[in-house]
């Protein structure tokens, strides 16, 4: 392995990116992901690359669809309310089929909530915030190591498919220091772009991307065609992380921050003579649904830990179809759980 | 009526203290004076874009406002103002407003927030001609984020995403005019102003704007100690430089008729405004004489064509 510094989250996607090829990013200013601006506007000069500050979100996203149709790796950041302005564009890139990576630090919401860490755009991240039939993958970090790792990653299956990759984390990830340690060289996935408008030069004939498709019957393809693209990201890409499960009382589902503080839960309920499970979904979609059925029959029942009202709850719901109980804790609009709440509602469950 | 400074300054404040705008922020100064051209009985809607301002005067159930207050997002300010202005004319027109006095509309955004990704809200306001008063307090970066650049930001400033290094001499683009952008809208009222001396431009300009009927739009310097780097005290001193040296010049069109307002007799050069502030610290280094000369080019240009534009009215 190669170097091992102490840097922010932030700092980490930012020189994750350039790692792993990146040499367009396109932003604009929101608290807490800023420093991924400050960083590549010092950084992509270095590395022969372009750093573009958009006058807005809005311009920021279609700056990556822009550089992405041209064969570039590009980026973009935000926090949730400027990827709402995203929206737009992130079903567009779908559409056309174009590799895109787009990191969102999630801040509360809804509206101009607050800066503090939440999840509560798990819905529009894997369900699809924008308009159409698509899935983007997204990606669910729960470290600085982590967010380095998967930011190289997210470059890779976003050239492999033809997809946009979206990073998600929070406050928390993005602006805590921790150590990150560096691979010398970065494994990039060598995409045959010969898709995209690099200008014909008289020789060939000339490429065309779009997302409009008038006659039904060729939309309707173009359609089966990104789903028959989905379904085989769902049996490549799927990543999880399965903590302690063997016959264990219950098992939590929690992703990004939150699994960390499930980690020291399961520590704490061991010397409380409760064994705990955890289910780490890294890829919120494609969902783990097999980690869920294969351990479906050993807890006693599911608690899902969410930063949100209940939302990948859902999903786990789907995963378990019915096959186990589950319940949820949920703090919202930047409330972190303490380890004791886990595990008094842990403790709820058992005497059930 | 002539300008009494004493009698404004008595005015009841609308603006109240007790926000969290920092010391030597030009902004609030701004404000103040803006809000006190109103007549006492008149009420007012204002509307504020994300940033500095909105943040720091507004944290329900806190809020420095006397008057009615809305925020939404960060793009909508005129918007947002423009809808409210809307509906209490609708509500007029079928007689269910009964209070005395008038209802006047002012939104405020910074120059992220109107120069930047404001400005289709903006400039759709001002064409459809909803009676109101857009003020941009124009600080030159986001400051609010930590100091990013803006396309208000002045060339070679040093700004968090064009940072001063081996590769680059702070912001390489000019500054884009807004003023001249909503003259060109050919509202009744377009003003450029600054709080110098007794703050009567100011307070002149913002009474034609809110008392014209139709829209009317405000550009106001507004100096940031942190992004521009100048102690707190020197705010005074800070903005009758950009005055001075014409880097920030003080003008109005009425119904398309320049006014040039202040012609200093003595103008000065520029780097007098430029090395008052941190943020151009690095243009005084040896070598980049030539820096300084293209700065002060673009401000005599500028400058230039203003007096043309008024002397061909």
Redesign the interface.
Known sequence: MGEKLLMSGNEVIAEAAIRAGCRFYF?????PQ?EI??YL??RM??AGGT?L?A???IAAINMVYGASAAGARAMTSSSS?GIS?KQECISYLAGAELPAVIVNIVRCGP??GGILPAQCDYFQAVKGGGHGDYKMVVLAPCSVQELYELTVEAFNIADRYRVTVMIMGDGILGQMMEIVEFRDEEEIFNADKSWALTGTGMKRENNFITSIYINPEVLEAHNRKLQQKYREIERNECRVEVYNCENADVIVAAFGTVARIVKNVIKQAEREGIKVGLIRPITLWPFPNEAFLKYAQVPRAFLTVELNAGQMLEDVKLALNGANKTYFYGRMGGMIPAQKEILDEIKKIMEK | MAYNFKEVARKPERFTGGHRMCAGCGAPVVIRQILRALKPEDHAVISAA?GCLEVSTFLYPYSAWKDSFI?????NAAATISGAEAAYNGMRRRGKLDQEGETKFIAFGGD?GTY??G?QALSGAMERGHDMVYVCYDNGA?MN??I??S?ATPMFADT????V?R??QGKNQRKKDLTEIMVNHHIPYVAQTAAIGNLKDLYEKAEKAIYTKGPAFLNVLAPCPRGWRYEASDLMQINKLAVDTCFWPLYEVVEGKYTVNYKPKNKLPVVEFLKAQGRFRHLFKKGNEELLDMIQKEVDRRWERLLSLEASN
């Open positions: 932003g604009y200013p929101i608290t800023t601006a400050h506007a010092k000069p270095e750093f500050q006058e807005s979100e309310p302005l509206g101009l | 994300t925020h939404s997002a960060f793009e992220g930047d990704i400005i986001y984020t930590g990013q650049r396309s968090t995403t064009s940072p290094g590769e680059s």
